[in-house]
């Protein structure tokens, strides 16, 4: 089936089988390979990325469903100037082997967004093999801080 797609700003026009995710129609057809595919089960959020605003395990959804805007990582920098959670990532070296830091990422720019005040719960869902939670959390925050100061 042919649909489009609109991912980071762009309107993307691709032909899928039914069952094809989300996850893989990004990384295979359209060469987007910011969100990772890590259980493929929707256990990791390595896969995460925003539908319409709105975080959501790309692994777990259907390509063909999805009629609204895709960000993912990749979409997130303003040409060389990075997004401020991206940016607070590195500040606070919340990253390790990187493999989940784009699912990391977007789900922490969704809890910013929507002001959440249990960080830790609202990202429970994103696991990090390398265990970098202490850091990832101080990035959320520097975030939030630097919001309420604007």
């Known amino acids: 089936m042919d649909i ?5 700003g762009r309107t ?11 996850l ?4 295979e057809r359209l060469d987007i390979t910011g969100p990772k595919k890590g259980c493929d089960r929707g256990q990791c ?11 959501v395990l790309s692994c777990l959804t259907l390509a063909a469903t999805v009629k609204r805007p895709v960000t993912t990582v990749d979409g997130l920098a303003d040409g060389d100037r990075l997004h ?10 919340a990253l390790q082997c990187g493999f989940c830091t784009s ?4 789900s922490a720019v969704a809890a910013v967004e929507q002001g959440v005040d249990d960080v830790r719960e609202f990202m ?4 990090c093999r390398c265990s970098a939670y202490p850091n990832i959390v101080a990035a959320v925050q520097q975030v939030r801080r630097a919001d309420a100061t604007v």
């Open 4 to 8: 489009s797609l609109e991912v980071n």
């Open 12 to 22: 993307e026009h691709v032909s899928v089988e039914p069952g094809v995710t989300l």
């Open 24 to 27: 893989d129609c990004l990384r």
């Open 45 to 55: 959020g390595a896969c995460t990325v925003h539908v319409d605003g709105r975080p």
């Open 84 to 93: 401020p959670v991206q940016q607070a990532f590195v500040d606070r070296d």
């Open 103 to 106: 699912g990391q990422i977007m």
């Open 124 to 127: 429970s869902g994103n696991i």
